[in-house]
């Protein structure tokens, strides 16, 4: 499958009135930590619900921090067919075609100061640009030597070491940071002195990955799901939306019912209506057999 060729240009925000009811329309769900159990595997109670949804009509929608390739590893297994959202919510693909819908980057010059300041203030913070639609990994010189296959679905000794200036050279989708001895929590610390400082033209967040991910100003998961949702002529009121980490908390917010998984934050769990058991005890599956028995969907 191929992905990056780009829709015709079509009026995004243009809403259908016709498609504006009160039943729920889309479940749009994070995979790791959510969907997924710890083997990153999907159970059969599961795929199961996601059937008799997609039976109904209801549209199941992946959104992930996980670039297509990493999501086409479970994609067959969870029986997404359609819209997919990448990257935190910066790429919009329709997995049936290949399709991009819609992808925002981060700009070259605001990468670019993002980078120097942090370096200010931790020297030894390595970085990687993911570019394009999401299939162009540019890994600085030492980042292989912190990473696993996990941490980007991608083995290590692939990933080809670029000086600096490469890896800032071109706009990311996603622009990940990782250090050798601070933790993601404490990088992340760092990054808000800088924003507390007046430094900006970018958005932060954590997926549970050992990295940060930057993305271009204003974007999220929240973000990218209310444009296909526009798209698709569907209200938040119609989603329902699962997730676990920091990157899926404005995303809770913004949906018709949020839900939180059992391990999630507290932050991301005072963002949702309601907090589900954990991805191993079929949380997702949990709430959704039960809206489907009280017929909450169209």
Known sequence: MRYGAPYPEQPIDALSSQSMTSAFALVATDLD???????????RRTRAVLDALRARGVLTVPVTARQPHGLSLIAQAAGFEHWALCSNGALCLDLTTGKTLFSAHLEVEFQ?????ALLRRQPD???VSIRGSGE??????????LAAYGDHKREPDQMQGASLDEVLSQPSLKLAARHPRLSPQELFDEVSALRAEGLGGFAVTM???????????????AWGLEKLCRHLGLAAAQVVAFGDALNDAEMLAWAGHGVAMAQAPAQVQASAQEVTLSSDDDGVAVVLERMLAQGQFG
């Open 33 to 43: 930590g959510t969907l997924l159990r710890s083997d990153l595997s999907v159970s």
């Open 112 to 116: 670019r100061a993002l980078a120097q």
């Open 136 to 145: 162009v990994f540019v890994a600085q010189n030492g980042y292989a030597a």
């Open 125 to 127: 913070t390595v970085f």
């Open 207 to 221: 997926s549970g990955a050992p990295f940060l991910e930057f993305m271009k100003e204003g974007l999220s998961k």
